[in-house]
């Protein structure tokens, strides 16, 4: 879950229905590059990370009215 943490947050991601396409995009490039197969439980895997939902929003905390309103291409100091 960590790595889609971090892609969260780097993408700003602030809904379920994001965060579900992210699960998805990751998994799939890990059964690209070889780091997972077939033969795994993929989709327990995508329904376990899915379901961390709203563990990163816990994680994450409350937004400040500053980061609604943030680009996050130039974030404000």
Same mark, same amino acid.
């Given at each position: 879950?960590? *790595? /889609?943490? %971090?892609?969260a947050?780097? +993408?700003g991601?602030?809904?379920k229905? !994001?965060w579900?396409?992210? @699960?998805? %995009? @990751? /998994? %799939?490039?890990?059964?690209? /590059?070889?780091e997972?197969?077939?033969?795994? !439980?993929?989709?327990?895997? +995508?329904?376990?990370? +899915?379901d961390a939902?709203? *563990?990163? @929003?816990? %994680?994450?905390? =409350?937004?400040s009215?500053?980061? /609604?309103? *943030?680009? =996050?291409?130039? =974030?404000?100091?």
């Amino acid at each position: 879950m960590d *790595e /889609i943490s %971090e892609i969260a947050r780097a +993408k700003g991601l602030s809904n379920k229905g !994001d965060w579900d396409l992210l @699960v998805d %995009e @990751v /998994i %799939e490039s890990h059964l690209d /590059i070889a780091e997972l197969n077939d033969d795994q !439980d993929l989709e327990g895997m +995508k329904q376990t990370l +899915k379901d961390a939902w709203s *563990e990163y @929003v816990r %994680e994450a905390g =409350p937004e400040s009215a500053n980061a /609604i309103g *943030e680009d =996050p291409e130039q =974030p404000h100091e």
